[in-house]
């Protein structure tokens, strides 16, 4: 296999982004995620993932709450056709490297473990601390979400704690 390039997020490879992340997400209704990615507004870092000069994947973190603790992985995923190439397994090695750079505590997801089973299977196999969110709100009235945590240094937080994820209006319901 080629190896893989990470590209930075930039107005240049911005349309090969949404193109997999409108294919990826199709029940996602927001790129303002990207909107303040590009005016700085939340400390994020996001990235094209490229075999060769196709274009095969996106992934990225930001800060959940400005306090350089918690780095969430977003808008991370493979297209189909480049899966179960290990593909998926180096961007999320690549991904959590970049959140232990900037020196985060916990590097975090949240996922529907009902349509990303195959994925879910990933995040256990890093070991991940899998938790069940059923914070009273819209995605959590789903029961289908989790919360995924690796642990980079400990600050007696390691647990989500079904603490709101504020992530309501990604969604349509």
Known sequence: MENLIFKKLTTKNFKDCLRIKHLLFPESNSDKDYEDYFNKIVKSEYFVVYLGNLPCAITGWYDFDNKNINAFMGWYGVLPEFRQKGIGSKVFDFTL???KKHNYNYFRLYTDKV???TSCILYQKKNMLCEDYTFDD??????NFVVFTTIIKSNGEDKWNNRPL???FNYEF
């Open 166 to 168: 504020n992530e309501d």
């Open 115 to 117: 349509v990303n089973a």
């Open 97 to 99: 490297k970049q959140a």
């Open 138 to 143: 819209n995605i959590g009235r789903t029961n």
